[in-house]
């Protein structure tokens, strides 16, 4: 039987790969200077978690960008799917009721 | 640009890629887990991973310099500048790895030579000028790339690129800042300066690939907004904006044919050597050799050091295994 990625010699079929022994994948989420959240910047690969700590600051700190850093194996985050978008964002779209503009409240009455 | 020739694969006209389209053409972000065209899937692992490969070979002209800056302060500048094109090598594979394909992959199919990277980096670099002339002219061609692909339709990739782009500044800013100063020391200095110029200035033209006219692959791409700008419309700009900047060093373009154009805005120049640039292409340039047996020996010698720190992160999630 041919392969169906006959075609793509260069790109490897997901299906046909080997098992490899990599690095595991990790998430990068970084806390700016300015008291914000920790926010994602990217992914890297490391062996465990303090590699992984280590190799974040290397790759995604080498500008003051941050005062702290937590790392988690990619595999461990649960996402919703693209498929999901309508039933669990449609319902807010309704709501405008939920911003304070929906609101007119006097000029008189001052600020609020 | 880095990412030279990309083969692209062809769309289809599926409802699906219809409306894949349109969300593109309405400046929607594709992102990783969305629905979108094989072809497309395809030919970004094969542009983000030759761009990758590119930030990766691209630091062994420059750290063939490190051990010889001339001054300590040079070295260190020099030293974090190899570090960003590692960095950027970095953030562009796990870019790539969320289409599907994992960076030891695309590593190893750079190493047995199944995917290319930019033919620059397969020229030598002969003097420390040419530390002046690649951060000025290479990070100089490669920014006028990158800045309109940050605004390209795959999230991860633009995200990728903005924060690549972030950090060129610096590199041509200190390539310039090497160039002034040969430009205005002794006289053996200036030609030194001169002689990279003439060496490097057609080999960055080639950077941004063949003539439109020869370009079979760009009207795919940019109707998928993976590519922004023809090939000649961004070596136009480069030459545009770099002219001036030789010249204000004192130095000169090895191009006689060079001109002012009035009407269109810019310069007529001339066109590089583009057999040269397929001989490249094809793995015949000055260090093709070189540079792809330096990064097998690199992925080689490292292999004790990836087993060694996975076998000893397996052996210690184990025993916390066993402590519970």
Same mark, same amino acid.
């Given at each position: 039987m041919s392969s169906p990625n006959s075609a793509y010699p260069d790109i490897p079929e997901t299906q046909t790969k080997p098992k490899r022994h990599e690095w595991p994948l990790w998430e990068v989420f970084i806390r700016g200077q300015h008291g914000m959240s920790h926010r994602h910047v990217g992914s890297l690969h490391a062996p465990e978690e303090e590699m992984a700590i280590k190799n974040a600051r290397d790759v995604y700190t080498r500008r003051n960008e941050g005062v702290?850093?937590?790392?988690?194996?990619?595999r461990h985050i649960a996402a919703s799917s693209p498929s999901e978008k309508g039933p669990l964002y449609e319902p807010s779209e309704s709501k405008v009721y939920r911003h304070p503009t929906f609101f007119d409240i006097p000029d008189e009455v001052g600020a609020m | 640009m880095y990412a030279q020739m990309v083969k692209s694969e062809a769309a289809d006209d599926s409802a699906e890629a219809l409306a894949f389209q349109a969300r593109i053409d309405a400046g929607? %972000?594709?992102?990783? +887990? =969305?629905?979108?065209p094989a072809g497309y899937r395809k030919t970004l692992i094969r542009q983000i991973g030759q761009h990758a490969h590119s930030e990766i070979v691209g630091q062994l002209p420059e750290g063939n310099w490190i051990t010889r800056a001339p001054t300590? /302060?040079? %070295?260190?500048?020099?030293?974090? +500048?190899?570090?960003? /094109?590692?960095?950027?090598g970095l953030y562009l594979y796990c870019a790539a790895e969320t289409l599907g394909v994992s960076r030891d992959e695309l590593t190893e199919m750079l190493l047995d030579g199944r995917m290319k990277y930019?033919?620059?980096f397969n020229y030598p670099t002969l003097t420390w000028a040419d530390m002046g002339a690649v951060g000025w002219l290479v =990070?100089?061609?490669?920014?006028?790339?990158?800045?309109?692909?940050?605004?390209?339709?795959f999230g991860p990739y633009s995200r990728a690129m903005i924060r690549i782009c972030k950090e060129e500044s610096f590199h041509q800013r200190q390539g310039y800042d090497i160039m002034m100063k040969m430009a205005q020391g002794t006289p053996e200095q200036k030609a030194m300066a001169q002689n990279a110029i003439n060496r490097l200035w057609y080999p960055s033209l080639m950077m941004f690939g063949p003539s439109d006219k020869d370009s079979v692959h760009s009207t795919q791409s940019m109707a998928w907004k993976i590519k922004m700008n023809t090939n000649d419309e961004l070596r136009q700009k480069f030459v545009d904006q770099t002219v001036p900047q030789a010249e204000y060093l004192g130095l000169t373009v090895p191009d006689e044919t060079l001109k002012w154009n009035e009407e269109k805005g810019g310069y007529d120049f001339a066109e590089p050597d583009w057999d040269e640039f397929f001989e490249v292409i094809q793995g015949n340039g000055p260090c093709n050799t070189e540079r792809l047996a330096a990064r097998n020996t690199a992925w080689d010698d490292g292999k004790w050091v990836r087993d060694g720190l996975l076998a000893h992160a397996e052996k210690r999630s184990m025993s916390k295994v066993a402590a519970e």
């Open positions: 702290s850093i937590w790392v988690v194996e990619a | 929607e %972000k594709i992102e990783p +887990k =969305d629905w979108m300590l /302060e040079r %070295k260190a500048i020099l030293l974090a +500048k190899v570090q960003d /094109e590692a960095g950027h930019s033919s620059i =990070d100089g061609a490669a920014i006028m790339n990158q800045v309109p692909l940050q605004r390209t339709s």
